[in-house]
């Protein structure tokens, strides 16, 4: 039998293409700096670039069964405005608001797939209504920006990892790759919702068990979005009921999945190449900050890099032979 | 005892009956064939065996215990794996991935790769298809090689039943020699095999017995091999349709230029070396079993597919025809009658007007502005013509029966009054007095000198409406029938490629 390699090279193109690209721009970004790339620089574009790492994980979930969650952003940002209120005082105080954090996040996930599998709506209505309620709940919260978060807890996510000049957020994103993703990928259950987002009809013909997979993919969707409010609090030390921070993040996260190979049909992809996709977006930005250029153009040009990779993905119709298909 | 058995099953979808009384009895050790035509109700028993659909009536004993599958996974619990010919894979994952999906091996937890690897490699090689890599991706594979995995895939859940529907028909000649040994290997370890299959020499080569369905019945079960080819055709047709079709007219010589015609057409391997001449007022059929090319032959006409071969000719002048707008034009005039009126043929959610004049659009539009009075009066006259039953066109076309959807796809094409009209089986699932209304129209149609190609599932129509009927096999027209020579028999017989062929291809195993 050949070799595995060009097998596993072919299954993982996708995440690979996106590790490479994130790679060489931020060479580029590096190698560019005016002030050379110290422990603060990295710490902020670690941080800034991580938050947007886990929403994308998030979207990623819930891409896989080719759905789509528009409901993400506005999660992260009642995740906040929570947090900002109940992730303070004494240290068993700020544990158990963490955890509350996180529960809510949980709910969050478990509200849009109870509706998408059991209520049979198309997730992009169904989540653009929750979302909506997810920011009222917000804006409940906190009318006006504002709270407090647990000093040493932020310190400790935001900071730099002890002894060294290693950001601590790569740290937390380290962590909730191996005690999120890779056991979800691993399991069966997340095999099952490959199968479901790639063609839910073989995967029912085949037994898998397709509304606990889809429900699973939501619910940790909902939790990792929560664990973005969580960590933008630490970030900001404030909550801020922001309609235009959840709608960005929804649709950072959306061009994160894309750039880092996860398909939109579901299916295919991985969070981890979502994940670079993430850093590589923050990446384009801040190469227009290091080359001077004015920040005016920075959604330009996002705009332009995001097209290019939407086309790379396209260009299979180009060997459609059935025009049919391309309406299928 | 029977390991399994089928007693008095039926299965009714909307109104109509596809399976009634039927019985089956399946012994462990034997390979047990299924006969009969399209729409004896096969897929439908199989589907109830394999837990996808539920039975209105009857019911299932396994080792003389009643049972009843709710759900795929249930049937796969009680040891019994189907080999659909729709295909049961996940194209975006590994083969190994897809072999083990049901219930992959776990270890803490998650899934064991490694013990999942050992799986798939052990079931490929079951299968015969340990060329197969496990980590290739199932859309990277040819449709020969995926329907091999998917073999694979049922042989990994340890079956004590399993299915084949049409299991062979996409693999290639080599595949299918693998596939018989493992067969009868299978055989030989005491499964229960279910074979359906089309192909006579198939069923002579591994069957231990057999049963034939005809209209949802089970009409006749006996020992392979006790009667011939010619008997088993006759049990399959049976006597018990009788359509009324409009009378032929005389056919018109073919002395002048053929409205229609195609010189070694071709697409891939689906659609090979075709060529014919089509008149004016002729309407020719095409028959054959289910997905022998038939369906891609009017895509291609109709300039849906790309990287078509060969010549085709409007009028004795070479045309290139690239898409739908461009084959509606007024100098080619041809339209095609889709296979599925609900998602190719009709807007449901839009009104009958607007669905009846959508492909006419440019005709009764001045400057890019549509003519409302004569929208109107083109409408009011389609619906006439073909008798729509309606409550107003105003209404969306989902309101409508079956039958009368049918008729507004055609009526819509109509509109254009077109030259060459395309049908592919138009009517599947509709009640036999539209059916009729259909058949007639045709033959007006034909007579005002239209030149029509029919694709039908159902031998009798190719019968009563066809001056000419091409039967496909493979891809390859087989055989060409005229006026007399178009019996019920001969269509069967030669869609099935046995009996005396003029081509002597009788009982070959497939290029």
Redesign the interface.
Known sequence: MSSDWPYRLREHRGTLLALLAFVVMFAIYATNHPVGLNANVATTAANKGVLLAIVAMAQTLVVLTSGIDLSVGMVMVLANCLASAIVVGSPRATALGVLAVLGVGLLCGAINGAIVIYGRLQPIVTTIATGAVYYGAALALRRVPGGDVDASLAEALTGQLPGGSIPASLALLLALVLVVWLPFRHSAIGRAAYAVGSSELAAYMSGVPIRRAKFVAYLLSGLLASVAGLFLTCITYSGEASAANGNTYTLYSIAAVVLGGVSLFGGSGSAIGAIFGALMFRTIGDLLFVFNLDPLWQPLFQGVVLAAAVCLGAARLLHVRNRLDLYG | MSLFVMEGVAKRYGGVRALEGADLALQAGRIHAVLGENGAGKSTLIKIMAG?VQPDAGRLLLDGQPVSFP???AA?AAGIACI?Q?????????VA?NIA??N?P?RF???D?RAQRRMAEDALARAGA?DI?P???VK?LSLSRRQMVEIA?ALARRPRILILDEATSALTAADVMKIYSVLKRLRGEGLALVYISHRMHEIAELADECTVFRNGRSVAHYPAGTKSDGEVVELMIGRDYDAVFPALAARPDGAETPRLELRQLG??DRVVDISLHLHAGEVIGLGGLDGQGQR?LL?ALFG????TTGELLIDGRPVTIV?PAAAKRSDIGMALIPEDRKT?GLMLAMSVRDNLSFAALGRLATAGIVDAAAEADAVARIVRLLAIRCDGTDLPASSLSGGNQQKLVIGKWLMMAPRILLLNDPTRGIDVGTKQEIYVLLRQLAEAGTAIVFYSTDYDELVGCCDRVLVMYDGRIRRELVGGEITEHALVSSALNIGADADGAAGAVRP
């Open positions: 996808v759900s795929p996974a796969h659909f729709e295909l049961s894979l996940i194209p975006d994952l590994p991935d999906i049901s992959p776990r937890g998650l899934i790769r340990d890599h980590l290739a991706l990277d895939k697409w891939g891609e895509l849906v597919l790309r990287g898409g190719e």
